[in-house]
């Protein structure tokens, strides 16, 4: 048997102990780390680092070896026909699959075809549902012609549609549903009785005698009017129980379970999609080597069918190299620059967010007014004209408006002198928007609840103001509802009079301007603040308007189309790229804060606010929390001293504390998946210097024995059929190929 000039092996062919091995990059690193091990630990270690090729070590090899013995399960589970296999391979595997199957007994053979059959049939209702998904074809379509980054828009917005769904078919279930079928199904339906007091007054609002068209069109974009004592508004709902022959049903303790449900709902599907995006981003900000091997050996989207597109995709992955040299830049610049020079920066930076901060105040004073002296118009009984009581309505609508459509350009302008890497200065905008869109819906019902509280003596009898405001839940869902209106005419308004006008302009003139102004850009950041921003309104209204999520729903239905067309004929993708894995993350986290946000006004109003004593399901309790203490005194002994023990200061401590336990444990078991990914990245480094020192040998041990043997490539021809990794290693690649510098001078024979 012929002695192999690198591996030394013995006639059973099992490679032994090699000095060449031994000067390894990787296992000289690993006696290195173990020199404080003992003698027995570094036999073990070194027999392991000789049978690896590649040095990995003890730990390395183990998991090697089960990641070998996982990807070889789950290659088997495949189908062969989905393997990336020759035919040849294919008909192999299949025959010596037969030949086992074959082997195994009845009982064997019965396990086996039972769990094809499932992974068959779980594989088949997977692809059923996901031809059942909303607007597939469509979604598709955009994929296709745009990339992933403007997809990751319209799948957030299919989102929303069913999540709202959802959420509307809690509250019509638990809510309207058994008012509806109670009068079908034999059930008594006990109302909250008016006593005649000052606080149950509830006038009435409908308009009487002779209507004007325009008086019903009023009613309807304002939720006043006809509209008002409907199921779409928080008043109509003056029930207590509902009595049915089996059962009694509790309709104030439904109305807030399910306002919690939907809240908590909305929480959990939210961190679950946010949890995929927040790890694909963490592992991209993870390292910048990383991220530009991503952009260039795998940026490209090969979804992309259209020619613009293509041209489109290939300027924004120019663009994000250039952004990336640019923020290395930029860190280089800031590490250079002198005491002087970063005072200066921090002052610019100092006035340049105090001007910010006055904007915003000068906006949130400005929604203030808006919503007071609308507030006061509404009250008067006096109607002018249909125009001027619409701009009375919607008054502050209009403001929120103008104020969100102002500050972004403002804050556009400002960022450009703070002297901000590129993409901090996109995340730090957005931010700034964001801020800005959601707080201005918190000014709003502060003004509200500001004039909801005021009375005009010191104290209110009632809790509120009964006068101006006898149903206040029913005034502000009004509001909710108005806002959710007027934010969907301003987006048909702006796609059919701003951008389609824009795209004839700037197709058919031919002038410098038009050219310079360009086709509108479809701004992926500005279109998810938008319907972030309706959702955070849709939250926060279903409780004052229990058929504001149906509303929604149709609105992002018709949002859906109006976008989809826009995109198609008078947008163009942002020259600013977005990518879908980020996006997705950022999209989330903005809908986090607005549900954070939708959350501190519906708690407030539930826990500290009054309930109004003349409309809605809780005008028997002081709040509306009241009807869960309540309720709970009314269960049976066991029962009820469970709840008190769950509701329990001792029980609150305990479960702090396990949860404190169980996040340290899970910090600790994230810092050791860090330190293995660090070491299976060192590891990876490792392997490229073996190869690279393997080749070297190999080629210098091939030179060697051609000058020492003139008869060297005739014995290397017999000996193909030897599984001798060098010849076969030899005969099949290149030299040139492997070496990235020319090997040493020196020839080395092992």
């Known amino acids: 048997m012929e002695v192999d000039s690198v591996f030394y092996t013995d006639h059973s062919g099992r490679v032994s102990g090699n000095p060449l091995l031994d000067q390894l990059p990787s296992y000289q690193s690993l006696l290195y780390r173990r020199k404080s091990s003992t003698v027995a630990s570094k036999r073990r270690s070194s027999s392991r680092g000789r049978l690896g090729s590649s040095g990995s070590g003890k730990w390395g090899v183990s998991t090697f070896g089960r990641n070998e013995e996982k990807q070889k399960s789950q290659a ?53 549902l996901s031809s059942l998904k909303l607007w597939r074809g469509d979604i598709h379509l955009i994929e296709g012609m745009f990339g992933t980054g403007i997809l990751s828009y319209f799948s957030f917005l299919r989102f929303l549609v069913m999540l709202n769904l959802i959420i509307f078919v809690l509250m019509f279930s638990f809510v309207m549903l058994p008012i509806i079928i109670a009068p079908t199904a034999s059930g008594n339906i006990t109302y909250n009785q008016n006593d005649g007091g000052l606080c149950r007054v509830y006038p009435s609002s409908a308009r009487r005698g002779l209507v004007i068209f325009h008086e019903h069109i009023t009613d309807l974009l304002s939720g006043g009017g006809f509209l008002e004592r409907t199921y779409l508004f928080y008043g109509y709902y003056k029930v207590d129980k509902i009595h049915f022959p089996n059962a009694t049903y509790n309709l104030p303790l439904a109305y807030l379970l399910v306002t919690i449900t939907y809240l908590f709902l909305s929480l959990i599907w939210i961190v679950k999609r946010s949890a995929t995006g927040f790890k694909r981003n963490l592992v991209q900000d993870e390292d910048r080597f990383q991220s530009f091997c991503n952009k260039i050996f795998a940026g490209w989207d090969f979804c992309i069918t259209n020619e613009n597109a293509v041209r489109l995709k290939r300027s924004s992955l120019l663009y994000e190299l250039r952004t990336d040299l640019e923020e290395e830049r930029i860190k280089q610049k800031i590490a250079d620059r002198t005491r002087k020079e970063r005072c200066r920066i921090y002052l610019i930076r100092l006035v340049l967010n105090l001007f910010v901060i006055a904007v915003l105040a000068s906006c949130f004073y400005s929604i203030y007014i808006a919503t007071v002296f609308s507030q006061k118009e509404q009250i008067k009984m006096k109607k002018e004209n249909f125009i001027v009581d619409l701009v009375y309505e919607y008054l502050p609508s209009i403001v929120i408006t103008v104020a969100n459509f102002i500050t972004p350009l403002l804050f556009s302008v400002i960022i450009n002198y703070e002297d901000y890497s590129p993409a901090f200065e996109i995340r730090f905008t957005l931010m700034r928007c964001v801020f800005m869109r959601l707080t ?57 009079f701003v951008e389609f006008p824009r ?55 018709f949002i859906f189309y109006i976008k989809k067309v826009s995109l198609m004929h008078n947008c163009r993708p942002a020259t600013r790229p977005f990518r879908a ?37 809780f005008v028997n309790y002081n709040t509306s929390w009241e009807v869960l203490p309540a ?25 702090f504390v396990v949860t404190c336990l169980a996040m340290f444990y899970v910090i600790a078991l994230a810092g050791a998946h860090k330190r293995v990914i660090n070491q299976l990245r060192d590891q990876l480094a490792m392997d490229g210097r073996d190869k690279r ?6 080629c210098q041990a091939q030179k060697a024995s051609a000058v020492k043997s003139p008869v060297s490539k005739s014995q290397l021809s017999r000996s193909g059929s ?29």
């Open 76 to 128: 088997a589970e495949r189908r062969v026909r989905e393997q990336p296999k020759t035919m040849a391979q294919k008909r192999r595997d299949e025959t010596q699959r037969l030949e086992e199957n074959q082997e195994l007994g009845r009982l064997g053979q019965l396990r086996l075809s039972a769990r094809r059959f499932l992974r068959r049939l779980r594989e088949d209702a997977h692809e059923w």
């Open 440 to 496: 201005s819906i918190g000014v709003l019902l502060f003004s509200l609840w500001s004039q909801i509280t005021k009375c005009d003596k010191e104290h209110c009898i009632c809790g509120y103001n009964h006068k101006l405001y006898s149903c206040w839940e029913t005034r502000v869902g009004q509001e909710m509802y108005k806002l959710t209106i007027f934010d969907f005419i301003i987006i048909v308004a702006v796609t059919i």
């Open 503 to 557: 795209k004839l302009i700037v197709n058919y003139c031919s002038c410098g301007l038009a050219k310079w102004w360009g086709q509108q850009e479809f701004g992926i950041p500005q279109n998810v603040l938008e319907i972030v921003y309706g959702q955070t309104i849709c939250w926060i209204g279903t409780f004052y308007s229990p058929l504001l999520p149906a509303i929604c729903t149709i609105k992002y239905i």
């Open 581 to 617: 894995s980020s996006s997705n993350f950022f999209f989330l986290v903005v809908l986090l804060i607005g549900l954070a946000l939708a959350c501190l006004p519906v708690s407030f109003s539930l826990a500290q606010i009054n309930a109004s004593q003349a409309c809605g399901p």
């Open 631 to 655: 309720t709970v005194s009314q269960l049976p002994h066991g029962i009820k001293t469970l709840l008190f023990a769950l509701s329990s200061e001792a029980f609150a401590v305990s479960f």
């Open 693 to 698: 020192f393997l080749i070297q040998k190999l």
């Open 722 to 750: 030897s599984p001798s990794y060098h010849t076969s290693f030899s005969n099949n690649f290149n030299e040139a190929v492997f070496l990235a510098e020319p090997p040493p001078n020196s020839s080395t024979h092992v």
